[in-house]
C-alpha cells in the first residue's frame, strides 16, 4: 500500500508540475556581454609555463593541458593538468561574472592543498586581460595567508598568457608562474 500511495503522489506532482504555463514560470536572467567574454576560454589548450618553487630554488619547466567547457552561458569551467619534475598537477576553476558585485567570480581546487581559493577581479580597460584575486596559503612561507592573483591575457583567439603572483611581505608582487597556452581544438 505505501508504494501505491508515493505512486500516486508522484503522479499528482507530475500533473500539477505539467499543467504551469510558459506564463507562470520565473523568467530567468540572461547572460551579459560580461559573460560571454568568459567563453573564450572554451576549449582545448596545451600549455607551457616556468614555475617558480621557492627562493634558492631552481625554477622548473612545466607542460600540460587545460579543458575548458562552459556551464550555460554563465560559467567556464577549466581543468588544469601539468607534468611537473616527478610529478603530475591537476585543479578544477570555474569562472562566472556577478552582476551585483560588478566582478568576475570564480573558484579554484588542486589536488596538492585542501585550500578553496575564492576569486574576484575584473577585466582591463584593453578587454583582454582578466585578473582574479584569491587569498590562500603562502606555500613559501609556512602556510601563512597571502594575496595571491592569476593573470590571464588574451593575445589572440588562440593564445592566451598566464602569469600566477602573490604579495609578499615587501608589498612588491612575486611571480611564481608564467606560461602560455595554444588553442588545439
Given amino acids: ?3 501505491r500511495l508515493l505512486s500516486n503522489v508522484s503522479l499528482i506532482l507530475f500533473l500539477l508540475i505539467g499543467s504551469l504555463s510558459a506564463q507562470e514560470m520565473p523568467e530567468f536572467p540572461k547572460p551579459t556581454k560580461e559573460h560571454e567574454w568568459l567563453q573564450q576560454f572554451v576549449g582545448e589548450w596545451k600549455s607551457n609555463s616556468k614555475c617558480e618553487a621557492g627562493p634558492d630554488m631552481p625554477a622548473m619547466e612545466c ?17 588544469m593538468t601539468s607534468d611537473l619534475p616527478g610529478m603530475s598537477m591537476m585543479g578544477i576553476q570555474k569562472i562566472g561574472y556577478d552582476p551585483t558585485k560588478k566582478k568576475y567570480v570564480g573558484t579554484w581546487v588542486d589536488f596538492m592543498t585542501s585550500h578553496l581559493w575564492i576569486y574576484e577581479g575584473t ?3 584593453t578587454g583582454k586581460i582578466l585578473t582574479l584575486e584569491a587569498e590562500g596559503p603562502n606555500f613559501m612561507a609556512g602556510g601563512e595567508m597571502a594575496k595571491f592573483q592569476d593573470i590571464y591575457e588574451f593575445k589572440s583567439k588562440d593564445e592566451l598568457a598566464i602569469t600566477s603572483r602573490m604579495l609578499g611581505p615587501d608589498n612588491k608582487w612575486i611571480i611564481f608562474m608564467q606560461g602560455t597556452g595554444k588553442r588545439v581544438k
Fill in 123 to 125: 577585466v582591463d580597460e
Fill in 63 to 79: 607542460s600540460g593541458k587545460i579543458s575548458s567547457r562552459k556551464l550555460g552561458g554563465f560559467w567556464v569551467i577549466n581543468e
Fill in 1 to 3: 500500500m505505501p508504494i
